[in-house]
């Protein structure tokens, strides 16, 4: 089955354990599946920037200066979402862009908190 790539030239490849460290220390979250997706679960308090739809320049600014750093992310390494939006991201610019490859599916099997429904639960 395709698998999305290893790397992102420009961006940092992190793992589940690095992107739970950097979601302990507050760094913003960018989701870039559909909507539907996004409704259905995701990473607390990540920012929704679909990738087919609304994932543009403007937007991304709104949400980190070039040079901040942020994870971004979508369902996993059969996913394409992320890797295009990372290398997007890299074109307009972003320098501190961490790709994470293995997404929300991992994010979940790890045990790490989402939300549901708009709502904080912890669930799993």
């Known amino acids: 089955a395709w698998q999305s790539p290893q790397t992102v030239e420009g961006t940092t490849r992190i793992n589940t ?31 929704h920037l679909d990738l087919k739809k609304n994932f ?5 600014k709104k949400i980190i200066g070039q040079n901040d750093p942020a994870v ?35 994010w979940r099997k790890a045990g790490n908190p989402i939300e549901v429904s708009g709502s904080r639960d912890q669930k799993k």
């Not at 543009?56 to 991304?60: D, G, V």
């Open 56 to 60: 543009t320049l403007e937007n991304l």
């Open 17 to 47: 354990t690095e992107a739970r460290q950097h979601f302990d220390h507050g760094l913003p979250f960018i989701d870039v599946r559909s909507e539907y997706y996004y409704n259905k679960r995701h990473i607390p308090g990540a920012h």
């Open 72 to 106: 971004i992310y979508c369902n996993g390494a059969h996913c394409s979402l992320s890797y295009r939006a990372s290398s997007k991201a890299v074109e307009w610019g972003f320098t501190s862009i961490l790709y994470y490859r293995d997404g929300f599916r991992a």
